[in-house]
């Protein structure tokens, strides 16, 4: 089923890693973190019907 994200991810040339249903996704700034958290919500709950745990999901840097 995530493979559409995956396909998506990959279409807007987003560095990416995915294991089962968590995604990490790496881009430059924090501001560029929460568009593309805005942008991924509304693909995985529209496009996809399914629902973004919003207590496990944050934009945050790599090493946290």
């Avoid at 559409?4 to 996704?25: H, K, M, P, Q, W």
């Avoid at 501001?31 to 958290?37: E, I, L, N, P, Q």
């Amino acid at each position: 089923m995530l493979d559409d994200l995956d396909r998506e991810l990959t279409t807007r040339g987003l560095r990416f890693c995915r294991y089962a249903d968590d995604v990490n996704i790496y881009v430059r700034s924090r501001s560029a973190g929460d568009r593309v958290m805005a942008s991924v919500r509304r693909f995985v709950e529209g496009r996809l019907g399914l629902k973004v745990n919003e207590h496990k999901s944050m934009v945050d840097q790599p090493w946290n």
